[in-house]
């Protein structure tokens, strides 16, 4: 019932922010292409530069499931480093460990990666790391723990299942999905990270 629930809570929200979050989503707004709600079909009126914003970086908040806090502190470090800040801030949030767990294919969403993470499944250069944030560095071996190799998820995950319905690997990752493993070659570049995200509004959102 709760993971019904869930399912229902991401469809909702997907059709509002007007992207598919889960596989489930996508299915649905293939059928339903507008908003959620008995005003879902009608014409809106034209949403000011704020709501645009404010959609934007929602968006790409829903896009890696985090918190308002942890994407205010994602941006305030894209701030500091130097080159782009919008390019800055997707790359950052890209290194976080439960989204290269999900573009690995280790897991079908990124709530699911988060949950691999938190319940300790998941090995950093051979120590457990239950921090979906954590940063994960150039070079570093992303893979399932020995224990955990054996267990339905993962033995579904090695087969290649969520393939079709996850990008292709980008080419910042080095997988081995057979083995469930993968490394982080180099830092990933804005044009690889496959996120929807007019970037440039969320950093006008953080700059207002």
Not at 41 to 56: I, M, N, P, T
Not at 65 to 70: D, L, M, S, V, Y
Not at 85 to 102: F, H, I, K, Q, Y
Request: proline residues 5%; contains cysteine; positive net charge.
């Amino acid at each position: 019932m709760a993971n019904n629930t869930r399912a229902r809570r991401k469809v909702r929200i997907s059709r509002a922010l007007g992207i598919a979050l889960t596989p489930k989503a996508e299915k649905y707004m293939e059928r339903r292409p507008y908003g959620p709600g008995q005003h879902g079909r009608a014409r809106k009126k034209q949403d000011s530069d704020y709501a645009v914003r404010l959609r934007e970086k929602q968006r790409l908040r829903a896009q890696y499931g985090i918190r308002e806090a942890q994407m205010a502190r994602a941006f305030e470090e894209a701030k500091r480093t130097p080159g782009l800040t919008g390019e800055n801030l997707v790359e950052l949030l890209e290194m976080r460990l439960d989204a290269l767990v999900l573009r690995a294919g280790f897991a079908r969403t990124i709530s699911q990666a988060r949950q691999l993470v938190v319940h300790r499944h998941i090995v950093v250069d051979g120590q457990r790391v239950d921090r979906p944030s954590f940063r994960v560095a150039e070079g570093q071996l992303i893979h399932v723990h020995e224990r955990s190799e054996t267990m339905v998820p993962f033995q579904v995950a090695a087969a290649g299942a969520h393939r079709d319905v996850l990008p292709a690997v980008p080419g910042y990752l080095d997988v081995t999905l057979e083995k469930l493993q993968a490394r982080l070659v180099r830092r990933p570049k804005r044009s690889e990270v496959p996120v929807t995200c007019e970037e440039n509004l969320v950093v006008e959102y953080y700059a207002r």
